[in-house]
C-alpha cells in the first residue's frame, strides 16, 4: 500500500512559479512510475507529466513541456512539480500517482493523493 499526500499548491499571479510536493508512503517508491495529473472545474482529468523510477525519464503534456519539470528524490520518498511561466489556463487540481508498472501517460495509476488546488490569476 503507499499513501500520497501533496502539497505547495495555492494562488500564484500569471507568469508566476510554484513547487509541488508528493510525499509518499512505503518502502517501495523508488521502484515506482510517478505521475502528475490535473483536472479543472468542468473538464476531466488530464495526464501533466510522469517521472520513471529511476527520474531517468519524464514525459509531460504538450501543454506544459517546456514550462513544467518533474523531478524525484528516492531518499526522501517525494516527487516533485516545478511550475513556471504559470498560465492561468493551468488552474486545476493537481494530483500525484504511483504505479509498480511503467504507467507514465495512461490514467491506471494504482495510487492517487488527494491533490492540492493551484489555482493562477490573470
Known amino acids: 500500500q503507499v499513501q500520497l499526500v501533496e502539497s505547495g499548491g495555492g494562488l500564484v499571479q500569471a507568469g508566476g512559479s510554484l513547487r509541488l510536493s508528493c510525499a509518499a508512503s512505503g518502502r517501495t517508491f523508488s521502484s515506482y512510475t510517478m505521475g502528475w495529473f490535473r483536472q479543472a472545474p468542468g473538464k476531466e482529468r488530464e495526464f501533466v507529466a510522469a517521472?520513471?523510477?529511476?527520474?531517468?525519464?519524464?514525459y509531460y503534456a504538450d501543454s506544459v513541456k517546456g514550462r513544467f519539470t518533474s523531478s524525484r528524490d528516492n531518499a526522501k520518498n517525494t516527487v516533485y512539480l516545478q511550475m513556471n511561466s504559470l498560465k492561468p489556463e493551468d488552474t486545476a487540481v493537481y494530483y500525484c500517482?504511483?504505479?509498480?508498472?511503467?504507467?507514465?501517460?495512461?490514467?491506471?495509476?494504482?495510487?492517487w493523493g488527494q491533490g492540492t488546488q493551484v489555482t493562477v490569476s490573470s
Open positions: 500517482a504511483a504505479d509498480p508498472r511503467h504507467t507514465y501517460w495512461s490514467h491506471e495509476y494504482v495510487y
Open positions: 517521472i520513471s523510477w529511476s527520474g531517468a525519464n519524464t
